[in-house]
């Protein structure tokens, strides 16, 4: 199965009604999880026996970690749910953090796809921002990030390393990536920001919002679709708002 039908957004459109009702399923039963098609999926390519195995093993520990957290998670679940011996599995990974790590880094990897923008110059710019809030949320919120998120959290005070990780390799290169887009339109003249990079950090905190933060710590459902695109839109207006608009687009 293809990346981009596992992950809502994956296309930089809306994701529609059935697709978030398919995906509030998945993450609120996950027994209609198919292995194969979940954030390790081989996206087609032949693989080896050795390699299917590590991908077998990382796709039965990310579902093992997301629905069970870090602490409860054992290398015993992920080889049976993995169908693999537990030598096969420290053979291909070391440690239970190893391989936490391995996940995590997958991820971020995939999700940082997703928010790859593109500049378009006949695209104006607060469509390329609906489109960009509108993986970013539907990302958020959706696909085991949640669950994950909270495990990071969990792990903070005793092993801060994965959370760093994770940092490096997600929010810090989503940050950059629309701070280079940014750079593109100020030199176009469209834009006057003063710190691109701190205007994009502003872009995706002001996503996060009160929201998020409630469906962290309170187990509240996500946003619906249309929640979701009035939070983009509102945010994107602001933002634009709050930049020194030289042209319009």
Request: glycine fraction near 6%; proline fraction near 4%.
């Amino acid at each position: 199965m293809a990346k981009d039908n596992c992950i809502l957004g994956g296309l930089g459109r809306r994701a529609s009604k059935k697709e978030i009702k398919t995906d509030q399923d998945s993450v609120q039963n996950p027994s209609v999880w198919d292995r194969d098609q979940c954030l390790f999926a081989s996206l087609g390519q032949k693989l080896s026996r050795s390699e299917k195995k590590r991908n077998d093993i990382r796709n039965a520990a990310s579902e093992i970690f997301i629905t069970q957290g870090f602490e409860a998670a054992s290398m015993d679940k992920i080889a049976a749910l993995a169908g693999v011996s537990k030598r096969t599995v420290y053979s291909h990974f070391g440690s239970k953090e190893e391989l936490f790590a391995h996940v995590i880094t997958n991820f971020c990897d995939l999700k940082r796809e997703e928010l790859d923008v593109k500049p378009d110059h006949e695209l104006p710019l607060k469509e390329c921002l609906v489109k960009l809030g509108t993986k970013f949320l539907h990302m958020l919120h959706y696909h085991g990030s949640v669950s994950l998120f909270r495990i990071l959290i969990s792990q903070a005070e005793t092993d801060p390393s994965h959370g760093i990780e994770f940092m490096n390799t997600g929010p810090k290169i989503s940050r950059e990536l629309l701070a280079t887009y940014l750079e593109e339109k100020i030199a176009a003249g469209e834009i006057a920001v003063d710190d691109p990079l701190e205007a994009a950090q502003s872009f995706y905190s002001m996503l996060f919002g009160a929201r998020y933060l409630t469906c962290l710590v309170t187990g509240a459902p996500p946003p619906s679709p249309e929640e979701i695109d009035t939070i983009v839109d509102s945010t994107v207006e602001r933002f634009i708002y709050g930049l020194k608009v030289t042209k319009e687009p």
